[in-house]
């Protein structure tokens, strides 16, 4: 097949192993900057422009977008899924997965366990969507947040109302959720592909710290989870629409919850974790679906 991978910097990790699986199995791939790409919108010929050239060569594309760039890259996917290329992740489905509110009401609303959260923009009335997730200590989270930036945790009463002050000053929309305390500082990530857990590893925050994102400073073992943690991650994922993911599970007292589902995640930790070939993985999944016109969407979202 001839496989694009859009991301920004070819050294990555993630990036350079997917190079490497898919010309293990025998694939073109090519590398293109999404932020370089420019298009043309028209009826009959969509095309993407890309350093001179024109790009119509793709079966399908692998979309490794960062969160900085969600608006564009998604875009230029989108423009991918006009031309009937196959996208490992539609354009929709990283569009909503990148806005944590829109995930939380979705899979709420398929009942998949989550943190309690409430959501405000300028609550007029702290002390209430204070007291909807249980009082302090709770998390504050930037709506748009990543890599664990934007991510607070407010010990007391006090320092949860000074913080969403701050928050709401600039503007911010932000979620307000209930402190998972037991989990000490760890989340289980699950990578999932299709309707597959092919990965999981646990992320321990460095001493002193709650959130584990590996960013952050945080550490990943191999971690092994119960069947109903595997049921909760692929649903999730079948939720948000994303073939590819990693789903991030707290343990609470009360069950395995859904903290975020990640649409480009990295695979330095979870294949460091697990010892598993996740790129290859990946790369074979698109040589079972990778067919023209399986775009549910069709880029119409
Ligand atoms: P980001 O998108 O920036 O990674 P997350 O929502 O994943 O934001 O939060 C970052 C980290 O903070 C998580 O990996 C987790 O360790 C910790 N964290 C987030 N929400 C909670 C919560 N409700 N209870 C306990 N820890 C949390
Ligand atoms: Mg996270």
């Known amino acids: 097949m001839k496989l694009g991978i859009l991301s920004r910097n070819s050294k990555l990790y993630s990036t350079r192993r997917l190079v490497e699986a898919a010309e293990q199995r025998d ?3 090519r590398v293109v900057d999404p932020l370089r790409c420019y298009m ?16 119509d060569q793709f079966n399908a ?34 569009s909503r997965s990148r806005d944590k509110l829109r995930s939380l009401q979705l899979l709420s609303r398929r009942g998949i366990g989550l943190p309690v959260t409430g959501f405000a923009h300028s609550p007029d009335d702290i002390d ?32 949860a109302e000074s913080v969403i002050q701050a928050f709401m000053g600039l503007k911010q929309h932000i979620l307000v959720q209930e402190y998972i305390k037991e989990a000490k500082g760890s989340d289980i990530r699950c990578f999932v592909i299709g309707d597959k857990v092919v990965a999981s590893m646990k992320r321990q925050a460095k001493e002193g710290e709650f959130r584990s994102n590996l960013h952050r400073g945080g550490s990943a073992t191999l971690c092994r989870i119960t069947p109903e943690e595997r049921a909760t991650a692929v649903r999730a994922a079948k939720v948000m629409g994303l073939n590819v993911c990693g789903v991030d599970l707290l343990r609470s007292n009360h069950g395995a919850v859904v903290m975020e ?21 990946i790369i074979e999944f698109i040589e079972k679906n990778g067919k023209p016109n399986r775009t549910k969407t069709k880029g119409s979202g």
């Open 27 to 29: 694939h073109e791939v």
């Open 61 to 94: 594309v692998i979309p490794r977008i960062g969160a900085s760039v969600t608006f564009y890259g998604t875009a230029i996917l989108r423009q991918f899924e006009m031309m009937n290329v196959y996208p490992l992740n539609e354009s929709v489905a990283i």
């Open 128 to 159: 209430d969507l204070l007291a909807t997730v249980g009082g302090a200590p709770c998390v504050i989270k930037l709506l748009e947040g990543t890599q664990g930036l934007g991510v607070v945790l407010a010990e007391t009463k006090q320092a």
């Open 261 to 281: 589902v990640n649409s480009s995640p990295g695979l330095e930790g979870i294949e460091n974790a697990s010892g598993k070939d996740v790129a290859s993985m």
């Open 40 to 55: 043309n919108i028209t009826a009959h010929k969509p095309q993407i422009h890309y350093k001179g050239d024109i790009l």
